[in-house]
C-alpha cells in the first residue's frame, strides 16, 4: 500500500528562486537580497537538479510545478523556459498540467509576464497583500495599492488563471475595514485568493520588535477571531469559500499544486530550503536542502547534488503528517488512509469527543474540521495526535 499512497495525492515538483528585492519584516521564507545574480550559473544548477531526480523517478506523471520564493517573478523568462523545457523532456506530464509562479507586483510588467506565459507558466500567485498604501508601507512593501492593482490587470490579460495574496489583523485594522478591503479584493479576484491572519514569527524584523514593545496596534484575539469570521461569511457569500484554512476558491480554480501538499502526495523540492516528499521502492523520504543560496549553489556544482539530507520517514510519522496537512482542507481525512500509513486507527474517544463538543464530523470514511472547529485546528491535532 506504500508504494502507491502517493499517488492519492499526485506527483509535483517545487522550485525556489530565493532572491528578493528587499526583505519584508513579517517574512520569515528563506528570501534573500543579492546586488548580483548570475542566472545562467543558476540554471545550469536547477537543470542538473531536474536530471538528477529524473534518472532517480522515472515515467511518473508529473501534474504540477510551483516556482516559489523569494520573488520568481524576478527571473529572466528565457530561465523559466529553459527549467520547463528540460522538465517536459524529463517526466510525462498530466493533461491538466499546472504551472504557478509567484509574483510581486514591483517585478511586473507586460513583456516579462508574456514571456513567462510563453516558457509554459499558466497560472500566476500574486504577493498584494494589502490594498491599503498606509498598511502597504507599514508591511514593507515597496508597491502602492495602485501598482498593485494595475499589475493584477496586466496578468489577467495575460493568463487565465490568477491568485493573489492579502494579510489581515494587520495593526491598526479594524473589522470593519477588513470587511470594505476584502469586498474589493473579491470584486478584482478572478477565482482564487489566499487570506493569512498576519502572525509575528520569531527572527523576522516585525518579531524583533515585538519583543521589545515596539510593534503597536495589533488587534486583540477578539478583534482578529472577528476577522476571520468576516473572511468565511464574504468570501462564501461570493462563491469562494475555504477549501483551505487559509486558501479561498471557486469550483475548480483551487492550486492543485497546494492540493499535493495537503492531500500528501509526493513532490520534488529543488533549490536553497526547498523540501521534498518522495516515495522510493515503497518507501517515503524527506528531503531537504541548505538554506544558503551560495552553498545550495555550489553544492550542487562541486557534489553533483543539492540536498542536504534524505531520512526515511516512519509510518507512524507518515500518518501524522498526513492528518496534519489533510485536516487543513474542508474535504478532510481518510480514516482508511490514516490506518494504513500508520498502522493504527485514530482513536475513537477521542474523536467522539471532539465531535459531541461540535469541532469535528465524521461521515462514512471521512474526518473533517466543523466551521467552528477549524480556527482551533493546532488544539484538535494535538488532541487526536497525542
Not at 17 to 45: E, M, T
Not at 89 to 112: C, D, M, Q, Y
Not at 175 to 191: F, G
Not at 313 to 340: H, I, P
Request: with cysteine; proline share 4%.
Amino acid at each position: 500500500m506504500a508504494n502507491e499512497d502517493w499517488q492519492k495525492g499526485g506527483f509535483g515538483l517545487y522550485l525556489h528562486w530565493p532572491f528578493c528585492l528587499a526583505k519584508c519584516p513579517y517574512c520569515d521564507f528563506n528570501s534573500h537580497v543579492a546586488s548580483q545574480i548570475d542566472q545562467g550559473r543558476w540554471q545550469q544548477a536547477y537543470l542538473s537538479e531536474i536530471r538528477r531526480y529524473g534518472e532517480e523517478i522515472k515515467g511518473r506523471t508529473l501534474n504540477t510545478v510551483f516556482f516559489g520564493g523569494g520573488t520568481p517573478s524576478l527571473m529572466d523568462p528565457d530561465l523559466v523556459h529553459a527549467i520547463l523545457s528540460e522538465i517536459r523532456a524529463t517526466w510525462p506530464v498530466s493533461n491538466s498540467f499546472e504551472v504557478t509562479l509567484e509574483a510581486n507586483p514591483t517585478s511586473v510588467e507586460a513583456g516579462r509576464f508574456a514571456g513567462f506565459r510563453d516558457a509554459g507558466v499558466n497560472r500566476i500567485s500574486m504577493g498584494i497583500q494589502s490594498l491599503n498604501d498606509v498598511d502597504l508601507k507599514r508591511l514593507g512593501r515597496m508597491h502602492s495599492a495602485k501598482e498593485a492593482i494595475e499589475a493584477f490587470d496586466i496578468a489577467r490579460n495575460i493568463f487565465d488563471r490568477v491568485s493573489f495574496d492579502l494579510i489581515y489583523a494587520r495593526q491598526h485594522q479594524e473589522p470593519q475595514q477588513w470587511s470594505e478591503e476584502l469586498k474589493q479584493a473579491l470584486n478584482m479576484a478572478i477565482d482564487h485568493l489566499s487570506l493569512y491572519q498576519l502572525t509575528i514569527e520569531e527572527g523576522t524584523a516585525f518579531g524583533d520588535r515585538y519583543a521589545i514593545g515596539r510593534l503597536p496596534g495589533l488587534p486583540s484575539d477578539d478583534n482578529a477571531a472577528e476577522m476571520y469570521e468576516i473572511t468565511q461569511e464574504i468570501t462564501e457569500a461570493a462563491g469562494m469559500s475555504a477549501y483551505e484554512i487559509s486558501n479561498h476558491a471557486s469550483d475548480m480554480a483551487q492550486s492543485r499544486h497546494n492540493l499535493i501538499y495537503w492531500r500528501y502526495g509526493d513532490y520534488v523540492g529543488i533549490g536553497p530550503g526547498a523540501h521534498g516528499r518522495l516515495t522510493l521502492n515503497g518507501q517515503r523520504f524527506a528531503t531537504d536542502t541548505p538554506l544558503t543560496p551560495t552553498t545550495w549553489l555550489r553544492q550542487v556544482e562541486t557534489k553533483g547534488h543539492g540536498e542536504l539530507s534524505r531520512e526515511a520517514v516512519c509510518r507512524e510519522d507518515q500518518a501524522t503528517e498526513y492528518l496534519m496537512m489533510s485536516l487543513r482542507l474542508s474535504e478532510g481525512s481518510s480514516l482508511v488512509r490514516f490506518s494504513d500509513l500508520g498502522g493504527v486507527e485514530l482513536p475513537r474517544a477521542r474523536r467522539e469527543r471532539l465531535a459531541e463538543l461540535g469541532f469535528i464530523e465524521e461521515v462514512g470514511d471521512t474526518i473533517r474540521a466543523t466551521p467552528a472547529g477549524r480556527p482551533l485546528l493546532n488544539a484538535i491535532l494535538r488532541e487526536l495526535l497525542t
